[in-house]
């Protein structure tokens, strides 16, 4: 599967912005997806993950009420909506692909990965 993120960009404390990951090569349908982020120095982080037909969603603590992930599988892609964002959320954001069925928070269970699109709030 190749994954192309996008959407990333500058934008001020409080407000939205609307991440997308379109997959190629594979049945997209046959991937959970997840979103993670890296900030400078820091660890990747878990953001999100839905589930292959989107009905189960999981979200990391930090951005759990303030994040929502869905999925198209129709248009083969995985979005991201962020809303009420703060500086603590700048990071490089990835999408990823898990041919697993369970839930994990693990970026290591995930089998492909995108480029990442960096987004950045200001203060």
């Known amino acids: 599967v190749q994954l192309q993120a996008s959407g990333g960009g500058l934008v001020e404390t409080g407000g939205s912005l609307t991440l997308s990951c379109e997959a190629s090569?594979?049945?997209?349908?046959?991937?959970?997806m997840g979103w993670f982020r890296q900030a400078p120095r820091k660890e990747r982080e878990f953001v999100a993950r839905i589930s292959r037909n989107g009905i189960r969603e999981y979200y990391g603590p930090s951005v759990k009420d303030r994040f929502t992930i869905s999925r198209d599988n129709a248009e083969n892609t995985v979005y991201l909506q962020m809303d009420s964002l703060k500086p603590e959320d700048s990071a490089v954001y990835y999408c990823?692909?898990?041919?697993?069925?369970?839930?994990?928070?693990?970026?290591?269970?995930?089998?492909?990965w995108g480029q990442g699109t960096q987004v950045t709030v200001s203060s």
């Open positions: 090569g594979r049945t997209f349908s046959n991937y959970a």
């Open positions: 990823a692909a898990d041919s697993g069925a369970y839930y994990t928070d693990s970026s290591s269970a995930y089998d492909y």
